[in-house]
T-cell receptor
Framework: GESVGLHLPTLSVQEGDNSIINCAYS??????FIWYKQESGKGPQFIID?????DKRQGQRVTVLLNKTVKHLSLQIAATQPGDSAVYFC???????????FGKGTKLSVKP | ETGVTQTPRHLVMGMTNKKSLKCEQH?????MYWYKQSAKKPLELMFV???????ENNSVPSRFSPECPNSSHLFLHLHTLQPEDSALYLC????????????FGPGTRLTVT
């Protein structure tokens, strides 16, 4: 599941700090958004989703924020842990009927 | 684990070979997907099956041929591939093709020599 070579944006944080990963999506008609985590050697793992009738949704240690005005999605991870080190992808439905479109991803590196 | 398994995990094949990738989901889902993840691009959707019927084919070359014999199994048959087809091939499933998260398998790392 490695994405080496894609020249991913990288976010480096200290263990215990909060992380914010950002994503810009392209389709203003998109009504469903997902964040995935992909660790090395594994497939993407679902973290949290949000529908377009919401602007915020919280999970366990994670919060997703949706700003439809500027087509921006963010994932906040509280008290980041070494196990959070991975590549994080946002995905959005292509309009209200289409399939998921995936962003490039951001590599999160947590320093102990 | 996600309940989606893929075999083999690694595959090296020559350009004249024929091989198949297998995916199985144990989640009772009705939709299954093939994606390609290469080093230079984001995840690319290749094929979508809903209730064993192909509902989308994203202009994938004919050297990739999918097969969905039932809602739990999905195959990707490969023949006369090119080196640029080397990538991680991911299978996913979801309850349906609507607003549902997709559950991914671990992928098959394919190298074409």
């Amino acid at each position: 599941g490695e994405s080496v070579g894609l020249h991913l944006p990288t976010l480096s944080v200290q263990e215990g700090d909060n992380s914010i990963i950002n994503c810009a999506y392209s389709n203003s008609a998109s009504d469903y958004f997902i964040w995935y985590k992909q660790e090395s050697g594994k497939g993407p793992q679902f973290i949290i989703d949000i529908r377009s009738n919401m602007d915020k949704r919280q999970g366990q240690r994670v919060t997703v924020l949706l700003n439809k005005t500027v087509k921006h999605l963010s994932l906040q991870i509280a008290a980041t842990q070494p196990g959070d080190s991975a590549v994080y992808f946002c995905a959005w439905r292509n309009g209200s009927q289409g399939n998921l479109i995936f962003g490039k991803g951001t590599k999160l590196s947590v320093k102990p | 684990e996600t309940g989606v398994t893929q075999t083999p995990r690694h595959l090296v094949m020559g350009m004249t070979n024929k091989k198949s990738l297998k995916c199985e989901q144990h989640l009772g889902h009705n939709a299954m997907y093939w994606y390609k993840q290469s080093a230079k691009k984001p995840l690319e959707l290749m094929f979508v099956y809903s209730l064993e019927e192909r509902v989308e084919n994203n202009s994938v070359p004919s050297r990739f041929s999918p097969e969905c014999p039932n809602s739990s199994h999905l195959f990707l048959h490969l023949h006369t591939l090119q080196p640029e087809d080397s990538a991680l091939y991911l299978c996913a499933s979801s309850p349906g093709t609507g607003n549902y998260e997709q559950y991914f398998g671990p992928g098959t790392r394919l190298t074409v020599t």
